[in-house]
């Protein structure tokens, strides 16, 4: 059985902000699906938090006071594919037409060892709220757009501070996560300095051996969207002040990365969290790389960059032998100064570059040497005095040198 509903919209009552998300259908039909037989159910969490900055939300969880199996019932009275592999901790996920949507039964950590907790579930939203781990994640949204906002998440979120619900060390004690979490949220959603409390540097202090318990992947996840944050440098100097940021990057440099955002700005570039990272970590991003769960792409990607950084050809050179992509994330990851100006100019000759073929062709070579090896030796031959003469050589200068080279 489907629930056919109109695409919808909603105005919030406290903001009178539009949510895009309540205008999507498989939102609205799963909400009156899982509230068909009484049960309360609300979105809560970062698509929330996401709607009332006015972000696209693609990570989608919902609270309800029905238990795990009533709201397994209920999907299959409905016909909503479901996902069992976090029930033992009261979440189910529903998959509707691709999107992955998380409900989770109400409930309150009973117990932890900084990575996994034993849960109780609960009828209330307020004791659901306690549990979780900053003001601005305690916001639900019912499905008129209404927001319920028991710990004051929407100042929090409106002022820019992020504040742990509770004794900051209590809850890091509860998921050791939560350190990178703090600092990745300052990144995303922080507006000033003096709203980090010495409290909750300190308790992220004491939390450093705890962070050695998190997986790579946890980790990595993390590191990933704060360095995409428009400007992480914030937050990174405050895990630097704490000494987080050198547990999970030894040797981090901000200074270097400081500088790599400033040009990102000159040369119109979006953030890159792995351009970030290899700037933030040139002196170990390449044991780093290999330790932590990075794309194969990825990693050839940084193995270039360096590669790139230790060339010392013209960047008309580079570009010709790696591409204009990588060789321009390489020059401004390890450029330390830019005078007013260049960025036209340096632009131009990586385009140049990357834009050029070898004026010979294998033609050009048969006429003196059949196909063997020593075929291919005599192109690399011709093809490395064009390199060298920055590829200004024509193609008559070229036969020129391969005919007296024969």
């Not at 794309?295 to 060339?311: G, T, Y």
Request: glycine share 6%; with cysteine.
């Amino acid at each position: 059985m489907q629930i056919g509903l109109k695409s919808m919209s909603t105005k919030n009552k406290k903001s009178g902000v539009s949510f895009e998300i309540l205008a999507v259908p498989e939102v609205i039909n799963l909400l009156k699906a899982l509230s068909s037989d009484g049960a309360e159910v609300f979105l809560v969490g970062g698509c929330v938090r996401d709607a009332i900055l006015g972000i696209t939300s693609f990570d989608i969880d919902l609270a309800t006071d029905a238990m795990p199996n009533e709201v397994l019932e209920l999907c299959k009275k409905f016909q909503f594919k479901t996902l069992e592999t976090g029930i033992s901790h009261g979440t189910i996920t529903v998959v509707l037409h691709k999107i992955l949507f998380h409900v989770t039964t109400f409930r309150s950590d009973i117990n932890t060892d900084g990575r996994h907790a034993k849960v109780k579930f609960s009828k209330s939203y307020l004791e659901d709220s306690k549990r979780r781990d900053f003001t601005m994640n305690a916001l639900y949204m019912t499905i008129e757009g209404q927001i319920l906002d028991p710990l004051g998440g929407w100042n929090d979120l409106m002022s820019g501070e992020v504040r742990f619900i509770g004794k900051p060390i209590d809850r890091i004690k509860e998921d050791y996560l939560r350190v990178l979490r703090y600092f990745r949220f300052l990144a995303q959603y922080g507006k000033k300095k003096n709203s980090i409390q010495p409290n909750v540097l300190s308790a992220c202090a004491e939390s450093l051996n705890g962070l050695k318990s998190l997986s790579k992947e946890r980790i990595w996840d993390e590191i990933k969207k704060l360095l995409k944050a428009e400007n992480p440098l914030f937050a990174l100097e405050a895990m630097k002040l704490c000494g987080v940021l050198d547990v999970v990057i030894p040797q981090a440099d901000v200074q270097n990365l400081s500088k790599l955002l400033g040009f990102e700005k000159r040369f119109n570039l979006k953030p890159d969290a792995l351009n970030r990272l290899v700037s933030l970590s040139r002196k170990t991003v390449a044991s780093l790389i290999l330790d932590w769960p990075i794309s194969k792409r990825d990693r050839s990607a940084v193995e270039i960059i360096l590669n790139i950084s230790q060339d010392n050809s013209s960047l008309r050179v580079k570009s010709y032998k790696y591409g204009k992509n990588l060789v321009l994330r390489s020059f401004l990851i390890f450029l330390d100064e830019l005078h007013e100006g260049q960025e036209k100019e340096i632009i131009a000759e990586i385009n140049f570059g990357s834009s050029k073929k070898f004026p010979l062709a294998t033609k050009d070579f048969i006429i003196y040497v059949e196909p063997s090896k020593q075929l291919g030796e005599l192109i690399a031959e011709i093809k490395t005095i064009w390199l060298e003469s920055n590829m200004s050589l024509t193609r008559k200068a070229l036969l020129s040198q391969l005919k007296a080279i024969q």
